[in-house]
């Protein structure tokens, strides 16, 4: 069998399971911060974890597709391993990358919604000044 299509499969078979825990893990604890960020609204929150993850989805699936080609002829043990590596790595880092940037936009909302809930009066006023005509 050819070591390139051996290190398509560790790639494909390394990846994907990857991809589909760490989406897992998002939508399982984003929940709980975006309920936060969109203060007590669950049914919001949940609307837009869900949007989250399908879009998160849909952009590592389509790199995963689009990073798995290589030009690099495996011959070796060595060369399919270091292959299969710097594609996983690769794959890591972006996702990683985007993780951070996604809950930087989102704590970003959070804290402009908290400024927002700060700048309401702890109380409605009971009186008023006359103006004076």
Request: charged share 15%; aromatic share 10%; with cysteine.
């Amino acid at each position: 069998m050819d070591l390139t299509v051996v290190a398509y499969l560790l790639y494909l078979a390394l990846t994907i399971p990857l991809t589909i825990w760490v989406g897992r893990a998002l939508r399982r604890h984003g929940e709980v911060f975006l309920v936060d960020v969109f203060r007590g609204d669950t049914s919001l929150a949940r609307a837009v974890n869900q949007l989250l993850v399908i879009g998160f989805y849909l952009l590592n699936f389509g790199f995963l597709s689009s990073f798995m080609a290589s030009d690099v002829d495996v011959t070796s043990g060595r060369e399919l391993m270091e292959a299969v590596s710097t594609k996983v790595g690769g794959v890591a880092l972006v996702v990683g990358v985007l993780h951070f940037g996604n809950v930087w936009c989102l704590n970003a909302f959070r804290k402009r919604a908290l400024l927002r809930a700060q700048a309401v009066p702890p109380m409605p006023p009971n009186h008023f000044t006359p103006v004076a005509a």
